[in-house]
């Protein structure tokens, strides 16, 4: 529910005329059900904004697919759950067994929870929650204030990236080593434009594919990298690829978003968001697989140190210190000017753990997991990668009106990953 006048951000409440067929739904794809079909009708569902008024989710069940299969989609708002919390979802809602439990029966109906708030209730709470904002401006300052410096697009502001540099200069003085370098040219990236980057349009493109988790490991093996670090690389070359061929390609690498999660133990299991992020230069300038890798493995360790040496809510801080009414607006201001100057960032590349084991659904085997993710105004496309048993299944996402095929950006990403095991031996 919405405070009024934008004096406080929105509160959960439980919803009193809860409708679970609303939620849960049935369609089918044109035939014959093959890949395109899928994914076209994927992308006409997701870009249908949630209905606000109600729980912030639905759930597809989707027939007509190409060999008998089914295909299930849950589509959760983000403000609900991150990606981590996600896949905890999508746990909770298969089995690890091909035997389905028997049936939950007698189960008693909800009380009537708490009521609704009125808009007289919800403008006393906003006002009630004014004379903290200026306290707890003042308690996350100190932690916030550095870490300005972080948020996307921070460092097309200008004397944000020497800020940035010498308060980087100033908490490294006196380690010797040099190892701050990096963390320094990680802070000081800004991205080129694209094709891709701008207001968004109200139509998506999706395309889906998956690539062997052995392979990728194998790399990493022996390269001495990690698995995200030969992920990063694989679209790096994948999008070098798209660009190239259509004469688009900058001549500064390209700025990646790469989500982190920063749920503890004591976390697990609850939902909403415990994400922050690092922003990153990947490879796209790099045309030997082998030096794009090693390019791409040094910026995200660089990122790594100076993620570690951020307060974990340092988002949070960082954001508190705007007032509610005006977040939205400056977030949509920001992202209109930089689009007409440079983007805060190019894309948004996630990799999420997932299972290792076989789940079903009412005894039926889940072949693999698809993420369907999201973009935003200024970021229009978002590459996310889900590992399920041995495989790595990968979900991209883009404006439709910017990006005119994703599915070439997903062969790229497999042929990156031939030409990298080449190069590798």
Not at 62 to 84: I, Q, W
Not at 235 to 258: N, T
Request: aromatic letters at 4%; proline letters at 10%; hydrophobic letters at 40%.
């Amino acid at each position: 529910m919405e405070v009024p006048l934008g004096l406080d951000l929105p509160y959960w409440v439980e919803d009193p005329d809860f409708d679970l067929d609303f939620h849960i739904r049935e369609t089918a794809v044109p035939p014959p059900g093959e890949a395109a079909q899928v994914a076209e009708t994927v992308a006409r569902i997701c870009a249908r904004p949630l209905d606000r008024s109600r729980p912030l989710w639905e759930l597809y069940l989707m027939h007509g697919l190409e060999d008998g299969r089914v295909a299930l989609l849950t589509k959760v708002h983000h403000s609900v759950a991150d990606g981590v919390s996600g896949n905890e979802i999508l746990t909770a809602l298969l089995d690890p067994s091909p035997v389905a439990p028997p049936r939950v029966g007698g189960v008693e109906p909800p009380g009537d929870g708490e009521p609704v708030p009125g808009r007289l209730e919800m403008l006393r709470r906003g006002l009630f929650s004014l004379p903290r904002h200026p306290v707890q401006t003042a308690q996350r300052l100190p932690r916030a204030l550095p870490a300005l410096t972080d948020i996307p697009g921070a460092n097309a502001v200008p004397g944000v990236a020497r800020l940035s540099e010498g308060l980087w200069k100033l908490r490294s003085r006196g380690d010797g080593d040099g190892a701050s370098e990096g963390i320094l040219e990680v802070a000081a990236a800004r991205a080129p434009r694209t094709c891709f980057n701008g207001p968004i349009s109200p139509h998506r493109r999706f395309a889906f594919g998956s690539i062997s988790l052995d392979r990728v490991k194998a790399i990493k093996n022996a390269t001495g990298t990690t698995v995200n670090d030969v992920l990063v690389a694989l679209c790096a070359r994948s999008l070098r690829g798209w660009l190239g061929r259509r004469g688009k390609l900058p001549e500064e690498p390209l700025v990646a978003m790469i989500p982190v999660s920063i749920r503890t133990p004591e976390q697990e299991g609850s939902f909403g968001n415990r994400i922050s992020f690092m922003v990153v230069p990947i490879p796209t300038t790099e045309p030997d697989p082998l030096r794009g890798l090693s390019r791409a493995h040094e910026p995200l360790r660089s990122a790594k140190e100076r993620h570690r040496a951020l307060p974990a809510e340092f988002l949070t801080d960082a954001s508190s210190l705007i007032p509610p009414a005006m977040l939205a607006l400056a977030a949509r201001t920001t992202v209109d000017v930089l689009s007409r100057t440079r983007p805060p960032v190019n894309l948004v590349i996630s990799n999420i753990p997932g299972p290792r084991e076989p789940l079903y659904c009412a005894g039926a085997e889940l072949k693999a997991a698809f993420p369907v993710s999201v973009i935003v105004d200024g970021v229009g496309l978002n590459i996310t990668v889900l590992s399920y048993r041995d495989h790595i299944d990968i979900g991209i996402v883009a404006d439709r009106e910017q990006v005119d095929d994703c599915w070439e950006m997903l062969e790229g990403i497999s042929e990156a990953l031939g030409e990298l095991e080449a190069a590798v031996g």
